[in-house]
């Protein structure tokens, strides 16, 4: 009923009343009409939210297919009532519904991801536990904020007070990959989102994201994103031309 789409740049929040309304209209009256087994009819309040550069979003690779939140504590009747809120304005169709239901499935998500990296217990797992860590925690900090350093799995280790061995496993069992590889993979994110923000060159670009060469850059670029850097470049500006023409 609604569309949410969410940009690393920009928030575009995009629905249409008039839409959003005549289709609740139509599956009420076909969950009315139609009713399998002869129980009560179910509403389907569907969205979806997109990301320009996925992998700048360190969690989204953690989550399942699927996130089934049940009925019964603080989660499930929290959605419960955001469900009722959502359904009760597409039906009205006051002003500043759009607003509304932005905010709303922007909680939704937000809620339905915290309630997949909590435990029963309300504690943290996961990617979330890996923050909660101290020592993993910290060294996560350490490669977003200083990204563009020399940093190998010895140097990650000293800085947050580990040893090599112990620190390549605890980072490893919590997050699921390599320190290496995790920061490959930040490494790469980030060169996609300043190759479609700013004119840099590729060899600036690669300084800037921790590689020693545009040669080597390129070459872990295209290996993660399966296209050069220029190459990806010029997708993305043929995207955003394409949208802002529509």
């Given amino acids: 009923m609604c569309r949410r789409t969410v940009s690393d740049r920009q928030r575009q929040r995009q629905s249409s009343a008039a ?51 049940r009925e019964g504590g603080r989660a499930g009747s929290w959605l419960r009532a955001a469900q009722e809120v959502i359904a009760g304005e597409v039906e009205a169709n006051r002003i500043g519904e759009s607003t509304i239901l932005s905010r709303l499935s922007d909680l939704i998500f937000i809620e339905a991801v915290r309630s997949y990296f909590s435990d029963a217990s309300g504690g943290p797992r996961g990617w979330f536990a890996a923050l909660n860590d101290r020592h993993i925690g910290a060294s996560i900090s350490l490669i ?19 040893s090599r061995s112990a620190f390549a496993q ?14 490959a993979r930040q490494r790469i994110a980030r060169a996609c989102s300043l190759l479609g923000t ?35 470049r010029d997708a993305k500006r043929a995207k955003s031309a394409a949208v802002a023409h529509r």
């Fill in 19 to 69: 839409t959003a309304t005549a289709d609740r209209e139509k599956g009420l009256k076909q969950g009315a009409e139609g009713r399998a087994g002869g129980g009560p009819a179910t509403t389907l309040i569907c969205g979806g939210f997109s990301f320009d550069d996925r992998d700048a979003i360190p969690f989204l690779p953690a989550l399942p297919a699927v996130i089934h939140m």
């Fill in 144 to 162: 977003h904020r200083e990204l563009s350093k020399p940093w190998t799995v010895a140097s990650l280790a000293a800085a947050v007070g580990m």
């Fill in 170 to 183: 605890r980072f490893s069992v919590l997050l699921g990959e390599s320190p290496i590889q995790y920061l």
């Fill in 198 to 232: 700013r004119p840099s060159t590729v060899a600036k670009i690669a300084d800037q994201v921790g590689y020693e060469s545009d040669v080597a850059f390129s070459r872990a670029f295209k290996r993660h994103v399966g296209l050069s850097p220029l190459d990806y």
